[in-house]
């Protein structure tokens, strides 16, 4: 069964930085375009980056532009995001989806929490 | 950035009922929107790709329709396992910014 699985996320002060993980399992990672994605305590979806599956395209959400870096490792299957200059209103469960003409395989989320 | 309307934010009914989502593009987005549906504690899950191709394994009561600015999901007869919240997505400018709606909360009467 095709899964991702994320890790990385933590509890972590305002200014610092963070780097999260999605490792892809039972599909051909390297052919999908890849995207993370956040989710508030309590509130919608938000779509915070994504990578074509060569590297070659990567796009960002106003807010996270110049601070968010999305990068892969095909080879080990594995989606990241490091993520500088964290602020409290970053606090979200960060979740990474493959997509196939929509985001058709999700993780189970990684919770990040920006607090003093 | 393209943002999306959905509307009504809580749609009340009873199993058996059609419920109708309706989600609203500020500008045109094509057939290049998605929906999903996610339950409490769980990840969402895409049910329609490209305004109007169900997902494999979505049940056939869940269809998609619409262009453009104008989308609608509709539940053809709502079972218990349905009662979710339903966010739409469009991508019409990929690699710049993705959107979601802010969502229906689909609730029991």
């Known amino acids: 069964e095709a899964q991702l699985v994320e890790s990385g996320g933590a509890l972590v002060q305002p200014g610092r930085s963070l780097r999260l993980s999605c490792v892809g399992t039972?599909?051909?990672?390297?052919?999908?375009?890849m995207h993370w994605v956040r989710q508030p305590p309590g509130k919608g979806l938000e779509w915070v980056s994504g990578?074509?599956?060569?590297?070659?395209?990567?796009g960002y959400v106003d807010s996270v532009e110049g601070r968010f870096t999305i990068s892969r490792d095909n080879a080990k299957r594995t989606l990241y995001l490091q993520m500088n200059s964290l602020r409290v209103e970053d606090t979200a469960l960060y979740y990474c989806?493959?997509?196939?003409?929509?985001?058709?395989?999700w993780g189970q989320g990684t919770m990040v929490t920006v607090s003093s | 950035e393209i943002v999306l309307t959905q509307s009504p934010a809580t749609l009340s009914l009873a199993p058996g009922e059609r419920a109708t989502l309706s989600c609203r593009a500020s500008?045109?987005?094509?057939?290049?929107l998605a929906w999903y549906q996610q339950k409490p504690g769980q990840a969402p899950r895409l049910l329609i790709s490209?305004?109007?191709n169900r997902a494999a394994g979505i049940p056939a009561r869940f269809s998609g329709s619409g262009s453009g600015t104008d989308f609608t999901l509709t539940i053809s007869s709502l079972e218990p396992e349905d009662f979710a919240v339903y966010f739409c997505q469009q991508r019409a400018n990929w690699p710049r910014a993705l959107t979601f709606g802010g969502g229906t909360k689909v609730e029991i009467k």
């Open positions: 990578i074509d599956w060569k590297s070659e395209y990567m």
């Open positions: 989806a493959r997509d196939e003409d929509g985001f058709d395989i």
């Open positions: 500008q045109s987005v094509g057939y290049y």
């Open positions: 490209d305004a109007s």
């Open positions: 039972a599909f051909r990672f390297a052919d999908s375009a």
